[in-house]
């Protein structure tokens, strides 16, 4: 029995790192220097150099912490607190405490208090170290009329085949009211981050490409037990969905397969992705998350390399840059002959702003923001 509750604890850990934890495995490239990453909130330069719009939640540590006026506050204890999403109306965290054999989808109040469990994920007493009979929820989004909760759930569950899929249920009401909407394929981490959209939803969906590497596909669904459609290819390999403010664009992570995680954006229709454009190349960038009031996109990469990450920011002039006026002569000026051929101004190019130095933020875990 003992031989059978390590197996199923090895095998359990190697499916979920296979999906859900998508940067699990940059957690090997970070630094290995003695001192640890700062508390965001005894950073040293604070964030106050540039102070975001809104406020923002981020994970560290098992601590969920808001950024707001240029100032972090902790939210939560350092207790596997993490992936932080909003209530429409802002009022409510929706976040995931994760614990050594399941993890729990919580709603906790805009100071961090807990208002209420939504999933009861742990085994009997008796079975609390079988991973076979513990649960797990990650990546909880609630619909834009805050009448549905969504999220990755790893049931149904046979054994210690651990695939989790898109459920869901009632906001107010229990995970036994929830609806299983898609069908993972076994041992490849099945269906996560789910984000709910006009008609239907979008998600990352990882499964076996055509060269049987393990890619992560945008997959988009307009109801439950659909096969849905694919939005990317396995050779972009993309995961990470955020959707603008407007509702047009998409900004996702893709890796095309490469030890490399590109910030990416395309138009979205509704039911389809336009051309995709790189917009950051030489950083591993991870949960892209757009401002609100639609200024820019905040971010997570290493502040140098093999570093832990750092929370970056993108003003909008970065990736949609306003169109520079070519000056138009003047007839009538001090010349002879015809005019001269106008000469456009220089595009100015805007880079990322690195918004902190030495905290170690938790780049599976998605941002939160609300203005």
């Known amino acids: 029995m003992i031989s059978r509750i390590f197996l199923g604890a090895a095998l359990a850990l190697l ?18 220097v003695a001192e640890a990453p700062s508390k965001p909130t005894a950073a040293t330069p604070r ?16 601590a969920i912490y808001s950024l707001a006026a240029g100032r972090f506050h902790q939210l939560t204890p350092e207790a596997g607190w993490t992936m932080p999403s909003l209530s429409p109306d802002g009022t409510s965290i929706i976040a995931v405490k994760q614990m050594p054999f399941y993890s729990d989808v919580y709603v906790l109040n805009r100071f961090g208090t807990v ?5 009861s994920n742990a085994a009997p007493p008796r079975l609390k170290y079988d991973p076979g009979f513990n649960h797990w929820s990650f990546y909880p989004r609630v619909s834009a009329d805050g009448k549905t909760l969504w999220m990755a759930y790893d049931k149904p569950k046979f054994g210690y085949d651990v695939v989790l899929s898109i459920w869901a249920m009632p906001f107010t009401g229990t995970v036994a009211q929830g609806k299983l909407w898609t069908n993972a394929a076994d041992y490849t981490g099945g269906d996560v981050q789910p984000v709910p959209v006009n008609g239907g939803i ?16 945008l997959w988009f669904t307009n109801r439950a037990y659909s096969a849905g459609k694919a939005l990317t290819s396995p050779a972009e390999d993309c995961r990470n969905p955020s959707v603008s403010p407007d509702g047009t664009q998409i900004a996702m992570i893709c890796t095309y397969e490469k030890q490399a995680s590109y910030l990416t954006i395309a138009s979205w229709n509704g039911s389809t992705l336009g051309p995709r454009k790189t917009i950051i190349s030489n950083q591993m960038v ?19 390399p093999a570093g832990p990450f750092q929370l970056w920011w993108l003003p909008r002039a970065a990736y949609a840059p306003t169109p520079t006026p070519v000056p138009t ?43």
């Open 47 to 62: 964030a106050q150099a540039l102070s975001l719009p809104g406020t923002l939640y981020i994970a560290q540590s098992g």
């Open 329 to 371: 002569p003047t007839p009538g000026g001090p010349h002879n002959g015809p005019l001269p051929t106008p000469t456009a101004l220089p595009v100015v190019v805007v880079k990322p702003v690195q918004v902190t130095t030495n905290n170690g933020f938790d780049a599976v875990s998605p941002l939160a923001w609300r203005g």
């Open 286 to 304: 991870a949960q892209p998350t757009w401002a609100p009031d639609g200024s820019g996109i905040a971010y997570l990469a290493p502040g140098v």
């Open 15 to 32: 499916v979920l790192i296979c999906g859900p934890v998508t940067y699990l495995y940059l957690g090997t490239k970070t630094s290995k």
């Open 202 to 217: 979008i998600y990352t969906k990882y499964d076996y490409g055509p060269n049987l590497k393990l890619d992560g596909r």
């Open 115 to 119: 208002v209420r469990k939504v999933t």
